[in-house]
């Protein structure tokens, strides 16, 4: 199910209400700017703990040799080349982006695997992706829903890609679920990361939008609620650092 859209209708680009067309274009440029130093900045803002978090993911896809998997907004690759040692040589990772600049980076990192038979790069748009529905075992978005316009758009596509049996998994930055750390937590987003940002990156503004973007990001109960609506069954979620993020996993049967 999408969201209505009325003539006029403004969407959150972090605290910041803009139209809703304009998103994907500010959030495209965002991603133009850090796109040379996002690694880097993930592995410094977080200090190492991305990886963590994306291993919990790669242990919860059930992927096995053979199997197909979809890797959405996939940007630099990392979910990707875990899937791809899992499927093997005679499976499929599709790594899709609606970035450009940030899907090159993916596919150069997949190439310097060795990863080219097995693998497939497309840029893409999570609200409607171009491919056959039910061909997929295991669609992944990791750290870009939040990002998307229109979130139940994004859902209802990316359950339309699954075969039966097949599981959708969303990692993603959540709220935080031990309210004493909060203001600790809300002082390394919006003091210390824009400076990092502006250090590392050369660019304050897009890390400003990231702690923003997750203040305005549906919580977990709310985000499993959603993906119900999309079609998804036996939906869940599992904090992760407290809920700093959190991995939601939903079903098609």
Known sequence: MTETRKPGQS??????QIAWSDKARRVRGVFDSVANRYDVMNDLMSLGAHRLWKRFTLACTNLRPGQRALDVAGGTGDL???ML??????GLVVLTDINAEMLRRGRDRLIDAGFTANSRVVQANAECLPFRPAQFDCVTIGFGLRNVTDKPAALASMRSMLRPGGQLIVLEFSQLAVPALRPLYDT???KVLP???QLVAGDAASYQYLAESIRKH???????????????ADCSYQNLSGGIVAVHRGYVY
Not at 11 to 16: A, I, K, L, Q
Not at 85 to 90: C, E, L, P, S
Not at 218 to 232: C, S
């Open 11 to 16: 969407t959150d680009f972090g605290f910041e």
């Open 80 to 82: 990707s080349l875990g």
């Open 188 to 190: 390394y987003s919006f």
């Open 195 to 197: 400076k990092l940002g």
């Open 218 to 232: 549906p919580d977990q109960e709310t985000l499993r609620d959603m993906m119900r609506t999309a079609g998804l």
């Open 85 to 90: 040692k899992q499927v093997g040589a005679n």
